[in-house]
């Protein structure tokens, strides 16, 4: 079967770092996307996994482990603009997107 | 990237009723995608569209209340035939980069409520 688990809801104070995680099974992978989705706007391109490892860009990070269906990204210095759902998502090739439900961060000031 | 224009951006709709939405790209794209998000959920993908042939319907959507037309390569639109309340969500737009990432590039979504 399909399954993308992530937190549904997590709270930080501006300024801090924040993670948030994500296990998945899925038939087929070809990569892991992490969205960034404004309430009552499209989702926007954060990052993308294929191979084990940290992908760092600027205050975002993504770390996958195939092996162990689990990826992560990573928020430093968090703004109040941060706060938005962030979607965990796999990519089983062919045009295939599974999403993940999706994790709403609010950042406190 | 692509840039992708979707609209009506929302619209308040009475149930019986249909409300066609258009996805304009500003590329040539192969594979065109709808999505539907219903509140609080994630993303479901409701069919996948190529130009030139019907479009392919994941389980659970069918063509008479989802009829989608792909007339060129920077073109779709879908219908939401005989609207109920359930109908009310966001339908976004998607398109495939056409790069080794293989990044999905969504437009602005229309967010649907049906009264």
């Known amino acids: 079967g399909q399954n993308i688990d992530q937190p549904t809801e997590m709270t930080a104070t501006e300024g801090a770092i924040v993670q948030i995680n994500c296990t998945y099974q899925?038939?087929?992978?070809?990569?892991l996307f992490w969205y960034q989705q404004h309430a009552g706007e499209a989702p926007t391109f954060l990052s993308y996994n294929v191979l084990d490892g940290l992908e760092e860009k600027g205050r975002f990070s993504s770390f996958l482990s195939r092996s162990k269906g689990y990826s992560y990204l990573l928020l430093k210095e968090l703004q109040m603009k941060d706060s938005a759902s962030y979607l965990c998502?796999?990519?089983?090739?062919?045009?295939?997107?599974?999403f993940g439900t999706g994790t709403r961060l609010k950042v406190l000031a | 990237s692509a840039v992708i224009s979707q609209k009506p951006s929302r619209d308040i709709c009475q149930r019986g009723t249909s409300l066609t939405i258009q996805c304009q790209v500003d590329?040539?794209?192969?594979?065109m995608f709808w999505y539907r998000q219903q509140p609080g959920q994630s993303l479901t993908l409701i069919a996948t569209?190529?130009?030139?042939?019907?479009?392919?319907?994941e389980s659970g959507f069918v063509i008479d209340k989802f009829p989608i037309s792909r007339p060129n390569l920077t073109f779709s639109t879908l219908t939401v035939s005989n609207m109920s309340p359930e109908d009310s969500s966001i339908y976004l737009c998607s398109v495939e980069a056409q790069a080794v990432n293989t990044e999905a590039f969504f437009g602005q979504g229309t967010r649907l409520t049906v009264v």
């Open positions: 998502v796999c990519y089983s090739g062919t045009y295939k997107y599974i």
């Open positions: 569209a190529n130009q030139g042939s019907e479009a392919t319907y």
């Open positions: 590329s040539q794209v192969t594979m």
């Open positions: 899925t038939s087929g992978f070809n990569g």
